[in-house]
Each structure stands twice: as structure tokens, then as C-alpha cells.
């Protein structure tokens, strides 16, 4: 009888301290690049855990609403895929297009970077043209080239294809390539890299820039073409020094086990 009652003792204490473990169990929430969330978060998330004990919850809203989110208090930690004054200003961005003044930005923003990334231009599997310089994609996108003609292609128009304003992808190329030129006011604008690469698809006179990364990962019916190199680097931001679990995904995926998971 004692006996079982010390086993039924031990049971009870036993699923007591493994619902204590569950419930204790870290978990971070990620705001941001979509670019991130694809490229490591997301492929690394289950071995990050099984290595580290850390869950992550990844919202791909893009950059600027990621570091909003983190200037607003709403996660300890934004993914960006800008450099670190580019990931403030397409916060800023986001605020100007939602009618609101600019955001205080707080001291002590730190950047942690994982890996670095390639922007390509996208156009139709069966537009003809292989390569272009950044002058030529810089005049392509403003509108100031309106046919494909003008550039070696066919006879047809030119349909610009780009993200929303908080994205890094759109911000770093406009930055790079088109000297922060306006995109055509004719311009498409989508929410995430995944419907500009659905309409570049779509649309055979279409053309866009994503992560490589990204386009690697479902191509669809686009091909890249040919450019000098347009990069920039993936990170995690963090307000002063990152909290212990967020130190843990930082250290995971810049460790040799960790760089397994990022995507080329």
C-alpha cells in the first residue's frame, strides 16, 4: 500500500516539473524580413530548439513594420534585411505612407549580423534578355524605358513590379541600383516577395528584384538576369544587448551547425 502510494507520489511530481518545464519554455518572437523568416529562421527553427531550447514564432511583416514593432515595444527583437540605418528608415517609410509623423527611435540600436544576401533581377522565363547594367534596370523601373525593345528585347512593355514601402529589398535596390530614384507611377506594388515573383510570373513583360535567396527557394515562371552584384546583409536588431534566449538564436545560426540551415 505504501508503496504504491510512493509511486503515485512520484507519477503526480514527475508530470508536476514537466508541466513546469513546458510551460517555462522559451520562446521568441521574431517581427520583420520576410527574407530572414525564409532564408534561416524558419529552415533552422527546429534544429535552433533541439540545440538551444528556444522556440522561435516568426511574423513576416517585413522590415520597417519589424522595427516598428520593436520600437513600439510589441517583440525584443526585429529581422532586417538592411543595414541598420536602412532598416530605421523603412520604418519611417511605413509610418510617412500610414499618414502618422516619424517614430522616436531609441538609443542603443544594436545589429547582429547572420549572413549576407544577394538582390537579382526577375524577369519572364521567356523574356529573352540575359543581362542588364543598373543603369539600364535604374531606367527600367523609373519608367523612363517603357519597352523591352530598348533594351535588346521584344516588342513589348514594360510592366514594373515592386514591393511595399517598408520592404528592404525594394529600399536597398532603389538605393543602390536607381540612386534613390522614383519607382513609374505606373509601378505594381505587392506585399511580399512571394506575389511579386506569382505576378513577374504572370505578366511576360514584367520585371522585379528579390532575394536570391527567395527565388532559389520556388522560381515560378521568372528567370534572373545578369547584373554586378547588388548585396546586403540579414541580421537580427535588438535594442542595447540582446536578452539571453535572443543571444541563443544569434550564437546558433553563426555557429557551424547553425550555418546549415541558411539557405543559399
Known sequence: MKKRMLMGLVISLSLILAGAFTAGAAEVHLWGSTTCQKRFLEPGAKALEEATGVKIKVFGVGTGKGMLALFEGKTNVAISSNVLEGSVNSAQKVRKK????????????????????????????????????????????????????EVGGPDMPVQVITSHAGS?????????????????????????????????????????????????????????????????????????????????????????????????
Open 98 to 149: 500610414e499618414g502618422q509623423e516619424p517614430i522616436d527611435v531609441p538609443e542603443g540600436l544594436q545589429y547582429h549580423t547572420i549572413t549576407e544576401d544577394i538582390i537579382v533581377p526577375i524577369v519572364h522565363k521567356d523574356n529573352p534578355v540575359d543581362s542588364l547594367t543598373w543603369e539600364q534596370l535604374a531606367k527600367l523601373n523609373t519608367g523612363e524605358i517603357t519597352n523591352w525593345k
Open 168 to 264: 528592404s529589398t525594394k529600399a536597398v535596390f532603389q538605393k543602390m541600383v536607381m540612386n534613390k530614384a522614383a519607382y513609374s507611377p505606373d509601378a505594381e506594388l505587392v506585399k511580399s516577395t512571394r506575389l511579386e515573383l506569382n505576378l513577374v510570373s504572370k505578366n511576360k513583360g514584367g520585371v522585379g528584384a528579390v532575394s536570391k535567396g527567395f527565388f532559389n527557394l520556388n522560381p515560378g515562371n521568372t528567370k534572373t538576369v545578369a547584373t554586378k552584384k547588388i548585396s546586403r546583409p540579414l541580421g537580427l536588431i535588438t535594442i542595447g544587448d540582446p536578452d539571453p534566449d535572443v543571444q541563443k538564436v544569434i550564437d546558433f545560426f553563426r555557429s557551424a551547425e547553425g550555418k546549415k540551415y541558411i539557405l543559399e
